[in-house]
């Protein structure tokens, strides 16, 4: 789900950054007034884990790959804004560091990951309570589940109106392919594959590490 530059119109590129940079500054208000210090030493080793996962790509249908995030784990440790601060930075270090997403895509990446996936997760968890599903396994799945592909979903809509901007003999000046090409191309691995195994790592890994951080907490 990592944009690279030059796929992105500069219009699209500065309203996402405008859009991140107000969710963050907006979540790091929300996450300094209840951060300690051990909350963040293990926020630190989580944000570890997500920037790991992220940088292994694995081949899906159509040429293309993908990857986890394990951002709804951390959402479910520590929270969303907390979540927001931790899956941001990782992202910011891939693109400066490892040209891992572009820097001028930098906020559409943000946006989509770092911030949508907390999000979705909690208000879809949030729902499925109101819904008086108790099972939070069946919940943490679910939520995982569509949060993820939301992320994708945007990721393809964003690439996929890129087309509406061309030269004057018609040729597309950023991403090439629309609508028709780029859901399909992200959404069918996305609900076929990729969400079902983050929501499979999310359910197996969150009472071990929960479990983990009451140990140290403890201590």
């Known amino acids: 789900m990592h944009i690279p530059d030059g796929y992105l119109s500069?219009?699209?590129?500065?309203?996402?950054?405008?859009?991140?940079?107000?969710?963050?500054?907006?979540?790091?208000?929300?996450?300094?007034?209840?951060?300690?210090e051990k909350t963040f030493v293990h926020l630190s080793v989580a944000s570890a884990f997500t920037f790991i996962v992220m940088m292994f790509n694995f081949p899906v249908v159509g040429g293309s790959s993908a990857h986890i995030?394990?951002?709804?784990?951390?959402?479910?440790?520590?929270?969303?804004?907390?979540?927001?601060?931790a899956s941001t930075v990782v992202l910011i270090i891939q693109a400066l560091l490892f040209r891992?997403?572009?820097?001028?895509?930098?906020?559409?990446?943000?946006?989509?990951?770092?911030?949508?996936?907390?999000?979705?997760?909690i208000f879809v968890d949030s729902l499925l309570k109101t819904a008086n599903l108790k099972n939070e396994k069946v919940r943490m799945f679910i939520s995982t589940y569509i949060s993820t592909n939301v992320a994708a979903l945007l990721t393809a809509v964003e690439l996929g109106l890129q087309p509406i901007f061309f030269t004057k003999a018609g040729k597309p000046l950023y991403f090439m392919y629309d609508l028709k090409t780029t859901i399909p191309a992200m959404m069918v691995p996305h609900l076929l594959m990729v969400g079902v195994i983050e929501a499979v790592l999310t359910v197996l890994l969150y009472s071990p590490l929960k479990n983990f951080a009451k140990i140290k907490k403890e201590v």
């Open 10 to 36: 500069p219009q699209t590129c500065a309203t996402f950054y405008a859009a991140s940079v107000a969710a963050v500054g907006f979540a790091f208000a929300k996450f300094k007034k209840s951060v300690d």
């Open 69 to 85: 995030t394990g951002i709804p784990l951390i959402t479910y440790l520590f929270g969303p804004f907390a979540s927001i601060i």
């Open 100 to 121: 891992d997403g572009g820097i001028l895509a930098l906020g559409t990446n943000v946006f989509n990951m770092a911030i949508a996936i907390p999000l979705v997760t």
